[in-house]
């Protein structure tokens, strides 16, 4: 062990050593005795099915190794198709930070069903090699590990992968280099890795509308970290082991209040102002992808030279996708899924399938039978996903003709309010038509207690409603689709009436329903708005309102007005007192207004720290610490017809 303590006393940065220092490691926590218990009967089991290989070292093809554990059935007289995770995330030995043991459930069911389990750190992460970049780069990376896998001797020559968030966003990218092995794919809440797929120019959740997505910021805080300790290539796999059950690599960050933190400006310097480490956030300038994400527009070049996939990349891999109706990108999500149905060759476009969960981020498996998200009961939305798993990688990595696809739909998608899985071979359903509801009111639709309406007509006249808008005091974010930002945001379902007390949210409700309303696919709002400032942001949500008042958000979204024309042009100014017609993002839904519910939606100028809050200068935004107070207006007419354009689905009676 000597040699292993000398070897991580050496601190290394993008490769170059800075200093050395003592290197007496701390000891983690001792685990309690039920955790060890727990860690040994897993470990047990393991050994009692499995060959393990942990702490393989692949190289891939610059020469860094990426760090590897391998499990795979003892019966070495067969050759096992692989289940391939590929994350940045800690699956060590043990957590050394907390002591606690980790859950070998994954690892042992697909030994039990015979399969080969390969779990690899990303570039940069723990024991792997090699500097980390965000959002899978370089792609070269997964398709090398694959096809090492489909080389192996123990492989029957097919990968499959499966994952959620980070373990998910990469396989697009990798899936659409056309390796052979890459048999199958199951990428859950995958939307940081989707770039382009239009009409959404997210470049992987870091975007919506123009408006930077702050949960990357939070995100990054603990990942970006490039000083690390590092071990000599000459290391055995026994040594690296050992390492492991003393080390982790993973760097010791100081907690972090994110809903004090997100409010610094400037906002480049948010990662800096709380100690966290330099890097691609806002620092790197020098990196193959483009350096300092911060400063990127939403259509820089630099987003495709990285790991992200766009729509112009084909993917001809079966894929099984799931998403949920209250992560960060469900809109990107199920446009990509519909792009790779229009665009793979016609034998792999009908071997895409998805599902659509009432669910936060990657919370597919912990639904009950009743399930809340946020302060929304969904009743029972539970699916039994290992067996949908297993059925699919049986089908696609095993040849196994277990008519999995004759019994799955296309699309199996959850409806709120109705409280139901329902399914369609298309998205959105087939039969989805279009509903135009119009924004009216006498002047005075600001907060709950003004005299805004939807209605089935727009007004013949304008009375446009005028807010003040202060970046310094936004509109708090609460509930929606989020992910990763700590105590900032809490994600899903929760009655906003408390939110639209404010003077400058803009509250548009219809008359109660006589009938029934299912809304279930895009919802398309259109907007003709003005300011007296060069630029400024428009934010919208659209909620189910119940009979007693309480008010459920379904979707939100954000457009930056200097790109309201688009992304793939310089921006464009705003000039003051002049009406622009403004079409933000599609959002998307299921829901079940029921009889005596309305149909509302908000409007206003921000939604922080959910999305960054504009300073309305017209300049860079990141590198501001100073906004300026800009007065908005919302107009709606037979001129300036503002409305929002449901998906509605009627059901035979």
Request: charged share 20%; aromatic share 10%.
């Amino acid at each position: 062990m000597k040699r292993i303590q000398l070897c991580f006393s050496l601190l290394i940065v993008a490769g170059t050593v800075l200093t050395l220092i003592p290197s007496t490691p701390a000891q983690p926590p001792a685990p309690n005795a039920q955790q060890l218990a727990q860690r040994n009967a897993a470990e047990k089991e393991l050994e009692s099915i499995a060959i393990i290989e942990r702490k393989l070292m692949v190289p891939m093809r610059d020469g860094k190794r990426m760090a590897t554990d391998v499990y795979r059935p003892k019966d070495t007289s067969k050759k096992y198709p692989v289940i391939f995770v590929r994350t940045p995330y800690n699956f060590n030995f043990w957590d050394v930070r907390s002591g606690a043991p980790r859950d070998m459930n994954a690892e042992i069911q697909a030994v039990k069903r015979g399969y080969a389990y390969v779990e690899m750190n990303e570039r940069g992460h723990f024991f792997s090699e090699g500097e980390y970049d965000i959002l899978g780069p370089p792609l070269t990376d997964g398709t090398d590990a694959i096809s090492w896998m489909a080389a192996q001797p123990w492989s029957n020559g097919k990968v499959g992968t499966i994952g959620c968030s980070s373990t998910a966003e990469w396989q697009l990218g990798v899936a659409a280099q056309g390796n052979p092995a890459f048999a199958a794919m199951i990428p859950q809440g995958f939307g940081a890795g989707v770039g382009r797929v239009k009409p959404y120019f997210e470049q992987g959740n870091w975007y919506r509308g123009g408006a930077v997505q702050m949960l990357f910021i939070a995100w990054l805080y603990g990942e970006q970290n490039q000083v690390r300790p590092m071990f000599p290539a000459g290391l055995s796999r026994e040594e690296l082991i050992q390492a492991s059950k003393m080390f982790d690599l993973a760097p010791q960050m100081p907690p972090v209040d994110w809903a004090k933190a997100l409010q610094y400006l400037p906002e480049m310097d948010i990662i800096k102002a709380v100690g966290g480490p330099r890097g691609i956030f806002a620092d790197r300038m020098e990196v193959s992808t483009g350096g300092a994400m911060i400063r990127r527009a939403p259509n820089d070049d630099a987003w495709y030279r990285g790991g992200l996939w766009h729509d112009d990349k084909p993917i001809n891999v079966p894929g099984f996708w799931f998403m949920s109706w209250y992560d960060v990108s469900v809109g990107p999500n199920l446009a990509a899924y519909n792009s790779v149905r229009k665009t793979a060759r016609p034998e792999i476009a009908n071997e895409q399938y998805a599902i659509i969960a009432p669910t936060l981020h990657c919370g597919y498996t912990r639904s009950t039978e009743n399930t809340v998200v946020g302060e929304r009961s969904m009743g029972d939305a539970r699916l039994d996903v290992p067996a949908l798993t297993y059925g699919w990688f049986d089908h696609f990595l095993k040849g196994e003709d277990n008519h999995v696809l004759e019994t799955m739909p296309k699309v199996r998608y959850f409806t709120m309010g109705m409280n139901k899985w329902q399914s369609s071979d298309t998205w959105p359903p087939a039969g989805a038509q279009p509903m135009t509801l119009y924004l009216g009111s006498g002047g005075k639709a600001n907060s709950l207690n003004g005299d805004g309406v939807l209605a089935a007509a727009a007004p013949p006249a304008d009375h446009p409603d005028g807010f003040t808008y202060d970046p310094m005091n936004p509109v708090p974010s609460y509930g929606g689709g989020v992910c990763c930002t700590g105590n900032a945001v809490s994600g899903g379902a929760f009655d906003q009436r408390k939110m639209e007390a404010r003077a400058d949210i803009l509250v548009y409700t219809s008359e109660p329903l006589r009938d029934g309303l299912e809304v279930s696919g895009p919802m398309e709002p259109t907007l003709y708005v003005s300011s007296d400032a060069k630029d400024t942001d428009i934010t919208i949500k659209v909620i189910d309102v119940y009979p007693d008042g309480t008010a459920y958000n379904l979707d939100e979204t954000i457009q930056r007005l200097r790109y309201r024309d688009g992304y793939e042009r310089p921006p464009v100014w705003m000039e003051a007192g002049k009406v622009y017609k403004v079409t933000l993002q599609p959002m998307n839904t299921s829901n079940w207004f029921a009889p005596g519910h309305h149909i509302r939606i908000e409007v206003s100028s921000s939604n922080f720290p959910r999305f960054d809050r504009n300073l309305n200068t017209g300049g860079n935004n990141y590198d501001e610490a100073k906004g300026v107070v800009a007065h908005n207006a919302v107009h709606h007419s037979a001129q300036y017809a503002s409305a929002i354009t449901l998906s509605v689905v009627k059901r035979a009676k």
